[in-house]
């Protein structure tokens, strides 16, 4: 399974912005870019995914690099409610997920 | 909204005990998955199913079996309960892109 390499944890400001990394030097051509994040107590909830491009949605946005070697999760305006670990996942189908640790992101206020 | 129960969010059980862990999703899904949790280690995914009565070993199914008679229910069974077990276990279902997850079952094995 292709790995990916995140920092352990990070901090962020409230209604600052947060980038998150993650390498992933081993990715295939064929490999999504998947974002989950677990909030305490809680089973992990999807966030973003993609493949080549950057993509936006209503939570967050992906930034992947253009050699698809590393990829940054950004939060545009980082709340109390964001303080979680974040995930960075690939997959060359939606089935088999590698989570790794994670990024334990703390948001203070 | 979609939504994945699991039976139970704490459960004790002895050494050598036959555990079921139950999973039901509402949304029928195609794929649910079991996951465990330690510490340090992530989420490392133990089986998956693709559809009823079929399934597919993940990294660490040694000592688990699953059952997926209908396709709403995915059970997690360890056969003989062992101390090593003790973990959070989660489960999920997934159509598409995305995986939906249960509140986790808190399992320790004494």
């Known amino acids: 399974d292709a790995k990916t390499t995140q920092p352990n944890s990070m901090e962020s400001n409230e209604e600052e912005p947060v980038h998150l990394p993650c390498n992933h030097s081993t990715i295939s051509g064929t490999d999504y870019i998947h974002w989950y994040r677990q909030l305490p107590s809680q089973g992990p909830e999807y966030v973003i995914h993609g493949l080549t491009s950057n993509v936006n949605n209503r939570m967050a946005s992906l930034a992947i690099a253009e050699d698809r070697k590393s990829s940054t999760l950004i939060l545009h305006r980082a709340t109390l409610r964001d303080a979680a670990v974040y995930y960075c996942i690939l997959s060359y189908n939606f089935n088999k997920f590698y989570f790794g640790s994670g990024t334990k992101l703390n948001v203070k206020p | 909204d979609v939504k994945v129960t699991q039976s139970s969010r704490y459960l004790v059980k002895r050494t050598g005990e036959k555990v079921f862990l139950e999973c039901v999703q509402d949304m029928d899904h195609e794929n649910m998955f079991w996951y465990r949790q330690d510490p340090g280690l992530g989420l490392r995914l133990i089986y998956f199913?693709?559809?009823?009565?079929?399934?597919e070993k993940g990294d660490i199914p040694e000592g688990y079996s699953v059952s997926r008679e209908k396709k709403e229910r995915f059970s997690l069974i360890l056969e003989s309960a062992s101390t090593n077990q003790t973990s959070m276990y989660l489960c999920?279902?997934?159509?598409?892109?995305?995986?939906?997850f249960g509140p986790g079952t808190r399992l320790t094995v004494l």
């Open positions: 999920a279902s997934s159509f598409g892109n995305e995986q939906f």
């Open positions: 199913s693709y559809d009823v009565k079929m399934k």
